[in-house]
């Protein structure tokens, strides 16, 4: 099992950046590809990006490329999400979730973080 945190949400004017970070305490979690999701008010949840276990493999939902980068760094058990050129439409809960394969279907993912809030005002 992994248990996922995630963190660096917050409120920040259009334009601005934020990078969110996705931890787990388990050593195991380089053996996990870690996707990106979030989920608006209202909304269905929408998948942002995917990271292979070593994070030389991503995968970017179309809409995603461009503004936003994914990272990782197994030797502190996080993944990494630089946001840029924020826009209030990317207001969400942001998900990271642990799989087996990089996807960009949440069925494929076993393990879940909480979320974390991103607000961006216009």
């Known amino acids: 099992q992994v248990r996922l945190v995630e963190s660096g949400g917050g409120l920040v004017q259009a334009g601005g950046s934020l990078r969110l970070s996705c931890a787990a305490s388990e050593r195991s979690f380089s053996n996990y590809a870690i996707g990106w999701f979030r989920q ?20 970017y939902a179309d809409s995603m ?4 980068t994914v990272s990782r760094d ?13 826009k209030p439409e990317d ?32």
């Not at 490329?65 to 936003?68: E, N």
């Not at 197994?74 to 924020?86: G, M, R």
């Not at 990271?96 to 005002?121: L, N, P």
Request: proline share 1%.
């Open 40 to 59: 608006a008010p209202g909304k269905e949840r929408e998948f942002v990006v995917a990271i292979g276990r070593s994070g030389d493999g991503t995968y």
């Open 65 to 68: 490329k461009g503004r936003f």
């Open 74 to 86: 197994n030797a502190k058990n996080t993944v990494y999400l630089q946001l840029d050129s924020l």
């Open 91 to 122: 207001t969400a809960l942001y998900y990271c979730a642990a799989g087996t394969v990089i996807s960009g279907m949440a069925r494929h993912y076993d393990y879940w973080g909480q979320g974390t809030q991103v607000t961006v005002s216009s």
